[in-house]
């Protein structure tokens, strides 16, 4: 079955960059949108934005002009870069595979706990 | 965007029935049969539970089901069993092609 799996690093410094990468085993990248959600301590989930497998992204539109997710199909892989982080930041960071139409996320990673701190 | 507007906290005793709305607008749940829910267990990813407004993935027990009137969704969960002790989550596709989750609902089995 298909197994999504986040990393990088649990620690950023504010005004850096965040950059987490999702690797997809026991299935293709092909053919779904890559999502990637957040949930700051103690609050709900927010979604960010997604990568369609042929390259076309969207964005949540209060995180736009920080945010990129691109997918490395030959890696079965897809990244998040967030950058000029603050505090307001952290959170469990979720990867997922969305369906297309009628879009959901029907597989999660269990996520990653990120920190912005000095 | 505003996220879906949920009831923060629903509880029923073991046995009965509960129901939680989703509230959204035109552009999101009320435009589109695209709304899906999800339940969080403490420090556990979200799990899928319902799609397109009133599918069951497989594996997922008949006691949950989803319904839609106009702009609010709904998850009604019947036989209140003690595993289903969660916080609950929907989310729509919007008209901007975006997703929106709504703010969660403790759900307690009292």
């Known amino acids: 079955q298909v197994h999504l799996q986040e990393s990088g690093p649990g620690l950023v410094k504010p005004s850096e960059t965040l950059s987490l990468t999702c690797t997809v085993s026991?299935?293709?990248?092909?053919?779904?949108?890559w999502s990637w959600i957040r949930q700051p301590p103690g609050q709900g989930l927010e979604w960010i934005g997604y990568?369609?497998?042929?390259?076309?992204?969207n964005y949540n539109p209060s995180l736009r002009s920080r945010v990129t997710i691109s997918v490395d199909t030959s890696k079965n892989q897809f990244s998040l870069k967030l950058i000029s982080v603050t505090a307001a930041d952290t959170a469990v960071y979720y990867c997922?595979?969305?369906?297309?139409?009628?879009?959901?996320?029907?597989?999660w990673g269990k996520g990653t706990t990120v920190t912005v701190s000095s | 965007q505003s996220a879906l507007t949920q009831p923060a906290s629903v509880s029923g005793s073991p046995g009965q029935s509960i129901t939680i709305s989703c509230t959204g607008t035109?552009?999101?749940?009320?435009?589109?049969?695209?709304v899906s829910w999800y339940q969080q267990h403490p420090g556990e990813a979200p799990k899928l539970m319902i799609f397109e407004v009133s599918n069951r993935p497989s594996g997922v027990s008949n006691r949950f089901s989803g319904s839609k009137s106009g702009n609010t969704a709904s998850l009604t969960i019947s036989g209140l069993q003690a595993e289903d002790e969660a916080d609950y989550y929907c989310?729509?596709?919007?008209?901007?092609?975006?997703?929106?989750f709504g703010g969660g609902t403790k759900l307690t089995v009292l």
């Open positions: 997922a595979r969305e369906v297309p139409t009628p879009y959901y996320m029907d597989i």
């Open positions: 035109s552009s999101d749940v009320g435009g589109y049969n695209y």
């Open positions: 026991g299935g293709s990248i092909s053919g779904y949108f």
């Open positions: 990568s369609h497998y042929s390259g076309s992204t």
């Open positions: 989310t729509s596709y919007t008209s901007s092609s975006t997703r929106l």
